[in-house]
């Protein structure tokens, strides 16, 4: 029983030290710009990933020239303070712009600087991973009680707390710290003092990407640089500076201190996935303190509330209802298979971003994990054709009911939050269950993902399936819309608009919110159960923040404000990515750019941006 | 008559549709203490706000020292040397004493000695006994010594300064009404926003009485005390 040998207890508890100290020196950049900017910069990962692969091309270089301890860390220093220079860049192109935008718009416009990243990085450093060289005069491995360890791990364990102690100083000790923290606090009351908010801001951001940079860096001889860094790093990084916090330096070092050990010690529980018992860490420290360690609520927050006001029926509304199913019926009369299967996974997809719009746009939810239920659905139908072999007509059930499951489950943490801590939360639970999809092979089939998920023979073929689908999509979405114009919709109006007065005129909010995260997670999965028999597949990338964020994305582009704009975003996305991707290699890129123009032009959406145009010449 | 330290001329302020100023045109003129006063929701508050650019929509026809302020940001505006003391306060409470009397801290013109730390114990003896206190630990009096502290660090040559009456026991106003004439006697020239009649009667050199957004009446201190039928229509006092 190794668990019980003390060596091997050891060698674990300081692999977890340092693993926390990497994890603390670049959540703490995260931690310090979202305390002064309140800007949850999703692209903190890409820093750190850019950070990385500097280091990983700069530092072998350098030792070329020079071969050295000393020329080593100062490649890693040089490589963290070019990082910091890109994070002064992508302040004054974006973040300054978005400042007083709502953090769904946030989150959305930094996730685009990530897509942005993720193709550059390949244009730049090539498509291969790199593997750095190892630090001189560390290479020999020391022995602790018989086992050998790498002594690289030991200045890693050093690093953080040596970082922890500059920091502290840095925000204690000087006048930039003193403000920085002001800023925290109360932004415009320190501009009444005279304090230039931009230079801090950007400085700020300098702080927050070097130590992204610094934290890639170090990894260099411990892990190839590869394409996949920033997102798993960004999801570590947001349970940590959530748990400790957000704001919170000393609340990052505590929390990455209890996720290194848990992750180091985590996989004599969960072999294969230790974020599961980060995740439960995660649920339980804000069950029971839902602002962090040592955060604190939101000052005048609420950034968050745009979505649908109440409008009177339009006349003809049947009418109109008609048209659209016959429309609906009679374009497989006028369309080939290949645009039926394009119609098909619009209609999938408009459901899904219309079961998003239902949190969103009538809850005030702002979930970053939709793709959750999606995926669940699509999972719960595939496994049980897989191992059950059930039909088509009982697995789509199944894999609705499992999504409800799961979103009735993940709900009653979530609706316990609220703004960026419930944002991260929904993101933390699809990247959970992402990673049990992706690292549960025997089940779920790993990354191949699971085959032959094919429909009944009646729904067989492109006409069928279609028809199945709108009819599927149409019914739902009626339900849904609804559920939006019944008393239902209007208390969860209410309570998006003012928790606190909604919950004044006797209001369960919780309670309304929990069935509306049911609810959207029901939809959402039932959406990705049809997915799932219309590709005949399911695979990892189901559950994962790019169909989370597509489903964002297609809310924006339509409009947050409508209630067909999910419908028309879906329809508009799809649309644009079936006719870009096969010209470029570079879509990701595209769609980043897209994405961030969207927010910077629309900042409030695009209802808002009209109404206020009305306004100013009211 | 001198230039005016700070002019104001067809002020006005919106939240939303709805307009809160209309009109204001009023100076201040270098070292004098001018009250706004006016009843709850008259627009004292917004005035100042609104000099200081932190009124989203206003029309800011307004210049300090010669030097418009129509377009520029509220950080400089305050590094012109106007100081702006809010009426809720807004220390910093995770930071110190001498870490809020940090932040205000700005050069001061030449040929002027600077306020320090160690002037400001003097003016305010309470905040000299918890240099190492943090905001959150204060009462509503010492933290409306500390802003007005806090502004004074930046040397201004004049001071919004609302509300700094309110919600605090008698003796600290007293102190308040003494600060503001040692401030005075420096030089600053105070535009003070007071529901509190009598402490507004007591420091001020000339008042300006609004009500609804809309100046009733401009004058000196004197003039205003002498008119009792202005007084109970415009304060209810």
Known sequence: MPALDPAFLAVQALSGLSSASSLFITACGLTIVFGVTRIVNFAHGSLYMIGAYTAATLVPRLLELSFGPVTFWAGILISAIIVGLIGVIIEVLLLRRIYGAPELFQLLATFGVVLVVQDLVVQVFGPQDILGPRAPGLRAPVEILGRRFPSYELVLIAAGPIVLGLVWLLLRKTRFGVLVRAATQDRDMVASLGVNQALLFTGTLFLGAFLAGLGGALQIPRVSANTGMDLSIIAEAFVVTVVGGMGSVPGAFLAALIIGQLQAFGILIFPKSTLVVVFLLMAVVLAIRPYGFFGRAEIGGGTHAVGIASRSPLPGRGLILLIVIAVLAAFPLVADAYLLKVATEILIFALFAFSLQLLIGVGGIVSFGHAAFFGLGAYGAALAVKWYGVSMEAALPLGLALAALGAGLAGAFVVRLSGIYLAMMTLAAAQILYAVAFQWVEVTGGDNGIVGVWPSSWASGPIPYYLLTAALTLITVLLLKRIIDAPFGYALRAARDSEARAEAIGLKVRQHRWLAFMIAGAAAGLAGGIYAFSRGSVDPSLLGISTSVDALTMLLLGGIQTVVGPLVGAAALHGLRDWIMPLTSLWRLLLGLSIIAMVLIFPRGLVGTVRDWWGARA | ?237
Do not use: H
């Not at chain 2, 300006?208 to 008119?227: D, H, K, T, W």
């Open chain 2, 1 to 237: 008559m001198t230039a005016p330290l700070l002019e104001v001329w067809n002020l006005c302020a919106f939240y939303g549709r709805a307009q809160v100023l209309f009109d204001l045109t009023f100076r201040l003129q270098a070292g004098e203490v001018m009250a706004l006063v006016g009843r709850n929701g008259a627009g004292k508050t917004t005035t100042l706000k609104a000099i200081m650019g932190l009124v989203a929509a206003s029309a800011r026809q307004a210049t300090f020292k010669g030097q418009s302020l129509a377009r520029l940001p509220t950080y400089k505006i305050a590094r012109l040397g106007l100081g702006y003391v809010p009426e809720d306060r807004r220390i910093f409470t995770d930071l110190t004493v001498e870490e809020n009397l940090e932040t205000g801290r700005r050069p001061a013109p030449a040929g002027r000695s600077p306020w320090t730390p160690e002037r400001l114990f003097r003016l305010f003896p309470n905040l000299a006994e918890m240099r190492t206190r943090r905001g959150n630990q204060m009462s509503g009096g010492e933290q409306q010594m500390l802003a007005i502290a806090r502004t004074l660090m930046g040397n201004p040559d004049a001071i919004l300064l609302d509300e700094p009456s309110e919600g605090i026991a008698p003796v600290i106003v007293q102190m308040m009404a003494e600060a503001i004439r040692a401030m005075k006697a420096e030089g600053v020239a105070v535009l003070l926003s007071e529901q509190n009649w009598a402490f507004a009667a007591g420091i001020s050199d000339r008042a300006c009485v609004i009500e609804r957004g809309e100046i009733r009446f401009q004058g000196s201190m004197a003039e205003l005390m002498a008119n009792e039928a202005l007084q109970a229509e415009t304060l209810g006092v």
